[in-house]
């Protein structure tokens, strides 16, 4: 059963717009929310993460906002640069735990 | 190490043979966690080590999985009899205590490829 759900399986924007990564979860015991980046033939890489508590958390030009009313969280990247293609993964975790359960993944280009 | 180490990065092996996967975690880091990606999904929790113990292995499969970690550091996924199914990329975590504001640090995985 698929807890953490990213409905868009890829993502093209032109470098220097906005990509808006959306994901979705079903389980109400989720406090904790991480995004995660990944290279070919490399693990994910931590990128920014959201406590329960918190509706927008910002590091450079990442930004995550989290809906819990909807259970809806969205990763914003602004600018887009080339670098930043490579799959993005939502993850998700209950208070004190330590299991993450993964969305599918979006696959992000970003075009010259 | 600077990161979490995993060898091999790749894996052939027949249907019905015995594979081991080795993760090296990040030096000082006492919790340790196994998770598996198949094609096209995200990765999925298998075994959660705290020390030298399995403190939780309820994702794995089922009885032809085990893991061990017997010294609190190195640790090795061995599956018995492996399947097509087995098919994925195996990944090692580690973190400095369990949980953690940060997430995990993520190794490079082994890609196992039964045949």
């Known amino acids: 059963d698929q807890q953490v759900k990213q409905n868009s399986p890829s993502l093209s924007v032109q470098e220097g717009r906005i990509s808006i990564l959306n994901c979705d979860y079903t389980?109400?015991?989720?406090?904790?929310f991480l995004w995660y980046k990944k290279y070919p033939a490399e693990g994910p890489t931590f990128l920014i993460s959201i406590s329960s508590i918190k509706d927008k958390n910002e590091d450079g030009r990442f930004t995550v906002f989290l809906n819990k009313s909807a259970k809806h969280l969205s990763l914003h990247i602004v600018p887009s640069q080339p670098g930043d293609s490579a799959v993005y993964f939502c993850?998700?975790?209950?208070?004190?735990?330590?299991?993450?359960?993964f969305g599918a993944g979006t696959t992000v280009t970003v075009r010259a | 190490g600077a990161g979490v180490s995993q060898t091999p990065s790749n894996k052939v092996t027949e249907k019905g043979k015995y594979v081991e996967l080795r993760c090296d975690p990040i030096?000082?880091?006492?919790?340790l966690y196994w998770y598996r990606q198949s094609l096209g999904q995200g990765p999925e929790f298998l075994i959660y080590?705290?020390?030298?113990?399995?403190?939780?292995d309820s994702g794995l499969p089922n009885d032809r999985f085990f893991a061990v970690r017997p010294e609190g550091s190195v640790s090795t996924l061995k599956i018995q009899r492996t399947e097509r199914g087995d098919s994925a990329v195996y990944l090692c975590?580690?973190?400095?205590?369990?949980?953690?504001?940060?997430?995990?640090?993520f190794g490079s995985g082994t890609r196992l490829t039964v045949v």
């Open positions: 080590f705290q020390g030298t113990g399995a403190a939780d």
């Open positions: 993850a998700a975790r209950p208070q004190n735990d330590y299991k993450l359960s």
């Open positions: 030096s000082g880091h006492t919790a």
């Open positions: 389980n109400s015991m989720f406090d904790y």
């Open positions: 975590a580690s973190s400095p205590s369990r949980g953690g504001d940060y997430g995990y640090t």
